[in-house]
T-cell receptor
Framework: NAGVMQNPRHLVRRRGQEARLRCSPM?????VYWYRQLPEEGLKFMVY????????ESGMPKERFSAEFPKEGPSILRIQQVVRGDSAAYFC??????????????FGQGTRLTVV | AQKITQTQPGMFVQEKEAVTLDCTYD???????LFWYKQPSSGEMIFLIY??????QNATEGRYSLNFQKARKSANLVISASQLGDSAMYFC???????????????FGTGTRLTIIP
């Protein structure tokens, strides 16, 4: 049973380019969360999605960032016109459709984005 | 709003000694969960232990235990008999009441970098 899969593991983009980060949740999980970890900081919640729906995007920057979780395929975090400040590790987590209180969040290994 | 505070940016501990990593939290939720994660230098997030706000006993998982003091709003992680492989960043995190939409987002602290000295 594969865990949460993120790709790529490492991504280098020049300023102004677009970055697309992918996350495939664990089998049977329909809830996806994206977090950002800036260097030497903790993880910060960005967005919570269910299939074809954005449920909570309270942590998403207002511009340049978007996320989707289509009916088929992985969840995508998209960053347009990247800037150096976007350099960070981006983690995806997934949970099952009927969460119970003590379920751990299953994290992927993260995508390290470097903007040069 | 929820807040997690980890006041120890870094700690050095002799191998085989026990270590306590501090975590305090703030929330208005009656029901919540507290988590500890380990992040080694390779970067992945490894789940260690969970404590529910209504759990009467402190959680334990092998060498990890959680010293949960609800009145003080603290959830310290205790690692017994530390090993060199315990050297890593440790994050305390909280999840509030699960909403109707099943929102299980976590609020993380800033972490403690633990270094085990041989």
């Amino acid at each position: 049973n594969a865990g949460v899969m993120q790709n790529p593991r490492h991504l280098v983009r020049r300023r102004g380019q677009e970055a697309r980060l992918r996350c495939s949740p664990m089998k049977g999980h329909s809830h996806v969360y994206w977090y950002r970890q800036l260097p030497e900081e903790g993880l910060k919640f960005m967005v919570y999605l269910q299939k074809e729906n954005i449920i909570d995007e309270s942590g998403m920057p207002k511009e340049r960032f978007s996320a989707e979780f289509p009916k088929e395929g992985p969840s995508i975090l998209r960053i347009q016109q990247v800037v150096r400040g976007d350099s960070a590790a981006y983690f995806c987590a997934s949970s099952p459709p009927n969460p119970i209180s003590n379920t751990e969040a299953f994290f992927g290994q993260g995508t390290r984005l470097t903007v040069v | 709003a929820q807040k997690i505070t980890q006041t120890q940016p870094g700690m050095f501990v002799q191998e085989k000694e026990a270590v306590t990593l501090d975590c305090t939290y703030d929330t208005s939720d009656q029901s919540y969960g507290l988590f500890w994660y380990k992040q080694p230098s390779s970067g992945e997030m490894i789940f260690l232990i969970y404590q529910g706000s209504y759990d009467e006993q402190n959680a334990t998982e092998g060498r990890y235990s959680l010293n949960f003091q609800k009145a003080r709003k603290s959830a310290n992680l205790v690692i017994s008999a530390s090993q060199l492989g315990d050297s890593a960043m440790y994050f305390c995190a909280m999840r509030g009441s699960i909403s109707n939409f099943g929102n299980e987002k976590l609020t993380f602290g800033t972490g403690t970098r633990l270094t085990i000295i041989p």
